[in-house]
């Protein structure tokens, strides 16, 4: 009883003296402690090496020693992958994803930027590889997966199907009957930087494959088998850029030389790589190379005019 009273009599005025005057000091205090917690937290994050914030949460590293040993060995994570700012709804989503349980597993194989990231990403190759950007801006690799995919001549002809998405459109989330309905195809380019580089990589020249979501070394791309109309073997350039080229601008299953979108170079030009001529990203063909090879350059003009 005695106790009742003792508390019941005096807590609450002693509580209520405390609360008026502590309250701003202790906010003042923790407001003060916050501030200096995310400025550290921020330059440390914001200029600290790799070692000390990005690989400080990805345990196998995998990433990391591909980058390494990568040309871009000396660019920071942050410059491709974004600043503390530039990317923090990813960092939020990374940190959450960090303390309930990531597949790193899964993480060190599969290539895992979302669509979105790509798109982000890609813009950034710009700041430091103007030249190479403004030229494939320039190239129909530059044009919008909206011309590919939502041409109605093309589509009457040819109806979309999945496979579409491989040679333009390859970052497209979604299967083909999701993705013809969008209607922002127009501001998604249909084959950006990373269709044919791949960052974490000691070779960079690697072809984006949908099929396996990641990036196959041009080197090791398989190379069609070209025949004539009458059946003759037509010798191909074995060099890797030639084998990335030919991988899109591919025969048909009978390797018909100059079927579908190959190109092929036959006659006084058989043997030549695509990039002897093509060179730069804008993939214009120097003219003193020789005329155009391609026995199908007809065929283009056929497919634009709708047949
Ligand atoms: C708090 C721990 C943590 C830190 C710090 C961190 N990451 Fe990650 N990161 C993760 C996790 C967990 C995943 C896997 C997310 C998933 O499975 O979707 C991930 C995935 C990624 C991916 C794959 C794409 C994605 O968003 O899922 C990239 C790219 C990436 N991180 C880059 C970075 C960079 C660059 C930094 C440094 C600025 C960084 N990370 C710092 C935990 C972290
Ligand atoms: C030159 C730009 C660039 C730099 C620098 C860079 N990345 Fe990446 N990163 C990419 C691209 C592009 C991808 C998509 C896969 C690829 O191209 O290798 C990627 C993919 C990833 C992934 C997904 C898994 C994978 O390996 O494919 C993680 C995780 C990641 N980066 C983390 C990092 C970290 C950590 C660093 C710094 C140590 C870093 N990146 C540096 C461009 C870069
Ligand atoms: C912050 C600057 C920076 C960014 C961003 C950047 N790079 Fe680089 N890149 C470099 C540097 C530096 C080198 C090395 C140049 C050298 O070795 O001469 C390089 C080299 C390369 C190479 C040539 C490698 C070789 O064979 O020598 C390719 C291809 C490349 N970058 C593609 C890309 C792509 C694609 C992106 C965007 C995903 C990108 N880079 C983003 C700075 C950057
Ligand atoms: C990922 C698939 C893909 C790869 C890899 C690829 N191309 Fe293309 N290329 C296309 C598509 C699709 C078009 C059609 C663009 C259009 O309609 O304008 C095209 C168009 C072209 C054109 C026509 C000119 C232009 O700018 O539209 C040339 C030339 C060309 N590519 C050369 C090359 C060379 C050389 C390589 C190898 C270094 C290559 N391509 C690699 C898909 C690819
Ligand atoms: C093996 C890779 C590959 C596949 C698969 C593929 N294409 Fe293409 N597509 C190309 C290439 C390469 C070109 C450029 C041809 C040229 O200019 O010689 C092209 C050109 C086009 C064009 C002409 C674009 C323009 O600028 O006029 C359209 C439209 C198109 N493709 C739609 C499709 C559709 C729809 C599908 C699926 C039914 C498809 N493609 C499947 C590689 C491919
Ligand atoms: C259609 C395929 C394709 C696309 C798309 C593409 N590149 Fe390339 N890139 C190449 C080829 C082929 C080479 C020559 C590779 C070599 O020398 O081994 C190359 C080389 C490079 C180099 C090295 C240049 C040098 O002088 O050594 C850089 C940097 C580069 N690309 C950046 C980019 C950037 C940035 C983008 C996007 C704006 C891009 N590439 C898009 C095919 C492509
Ligand atoms: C001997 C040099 C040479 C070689 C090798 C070569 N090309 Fe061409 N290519 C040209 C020339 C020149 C043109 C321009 C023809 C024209 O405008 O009609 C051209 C045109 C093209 C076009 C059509 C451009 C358009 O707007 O109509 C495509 C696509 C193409 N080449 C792709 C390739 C591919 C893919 C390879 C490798 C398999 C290749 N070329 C090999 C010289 C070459």
Redesign the pocket.
């Given at each position: 009883m005695r106790f009742r009273a003792l508390v019941g009599a005096r807590v609450p005025r002693a509580r209520g003296r405390a609360g008026r005057a502590s309250l701003p000091f202790f906010a003042i205090i923790a407001a003060a402690f916050g501030v200096a917690a995310g400025i550290g937290a921020f330059c440390r994050f914001e200029y600290g090496s790799p070692e000390k914030t990005c690989i400080l949460c990805h345990e196998i590293r995998g990433s990391r020693e591909r980058w390494s040993k990568s040309p871009h060995r000396n660019v920071n994570c942050k410059d491709c992958h974004g600043g503390t700012f530039e990317a923090l709804g990813d960092n939020v989503k990374r940190g959450i994803k960090h303390v309930t349980g990531a597949d790193y597993a899964k993480l060190d194989s599969v290539f895992c930027l979302s669509e979105r990231q790509v798109e982000v990403l890609c813009a950034r190759c710009a700041k430091c590889h103007r030249a190479e950007a403004e030229q494939w801006a320039r190239s129909?690799h530059c044009?919008p997966a909206s011309?590919?995919?939502k041409?109605e001549?093309?589509?009457a002809a040819?109806?979309?199907?999945d496979?579409?998405l491989?040679?333009?459109g390859m970052f497209l989330e979604g299967d083909m009957s999701s993705i013809a309905g969008r209607n922002d195809l127009a501001s998604r380019r249909a084959i950006p930087c990373t269709a044919c580089h791949r960052m974490h990589a000691e070779e960079p020249l690697q072809l984006f494959s949908r099929n396996e979501w990641t990036s196959v070394p041009a080197a090791d791309l398989c190379l069609q088998k070209i025949v004539t109309p009458d059946g003759h073997p037509v010798k191909r350039s074995l060099d890797a850029q030639n084998r990335l080229c030919a991988?899109?601008?591919?025969a048909n299953a009978e390797g018909i030389a100059g079927s579908?979108?190959d190109?092929t170079p036959t006659g006084a030009q058989e043997g030549m790589s695509c990039t002897d001529c093509h060179k730069g990203h804008d993939m214009k063909a120097d003219p003193s190379r020789g005329r155009c090879p391609h026995p199908?350059s007809a065929?283009?003009r056929r497919?634009?005019s709708g047949m």
């Open positions: 129909g044009k011309v590919f995919l041409d001549t093309h589509n040819w109806k979309p199907a496979n579409c491989r040679c333009h991988n899109c601008h591919a579908s979108d190109r199908q065929s283009r497919r634009s």
